[in-house]
Nanobody
Framework: QVQLVESGGGLVQAGGSLRLSCAASGLTFSTYTMGWFRQVPGKEREFVALIRRNSGTTYYADSVKGRFTISRDNAKNTVYLQMNSLKPEDTAVYYC????????????????WGQGTQVTVSS
């Protein structure tokens, strides 16, 4: 079955950096657009970044543009999220997701989800 496993979360001070990884198995990774989303308690899950399956084109939420970088290694079936200049408002559970066809910024466009990894940014 398909599995997406995130890692790399943790506690960091404001201004610091973290690199999240998401290892995929059970799917043909290169044929999926991969996305990162985040969620805080009581709020809807929100789009962070995506990287398209064919072109490798990337797209970011305005709130993270210029600070976060999404990348993928198809040979390792892994997608990454490099997060720099972190702010307390970046605190959330971060999820990776796989999208077979829509390259969407909406959660409904994604077929598979990981279990999430906590990122906490202290001020």
């Amino acid at each position: 079955q398909v599995q997406l496993v995130e890692s790399g979360g943790g506690l960091v001070q404001a201004g610091g950096s973290l690199r999240l990884s998401c290892a995929a198995s059970g799917l043909t990774f290169s044929t999926y657009t991969m996305g990162w989303f985040r969620q805080v308690p009581g709020k809807e899950r929100e789009f962070v970044a995506l990287i398209r399956r064919n072109s490798g084109t990337t797209y970011y939420a305005d709130s993270v543009k210029g600070r976060f970088t999404i990348s993928r290694d198809n040979a390792k079936n892994t997608v990454y999220l490099q997060m720099n200049s972190l702010k307390p408002e970046d605190t959330a559970v971060y999820y990776c997701a796989a999208d077979r066809s829509t390259s969407s910024t909406y959660t409904t466009g994604y077929n598979y989800w990981g279990q999430g990894t906590q990122v906490t940014v202290s001020s």
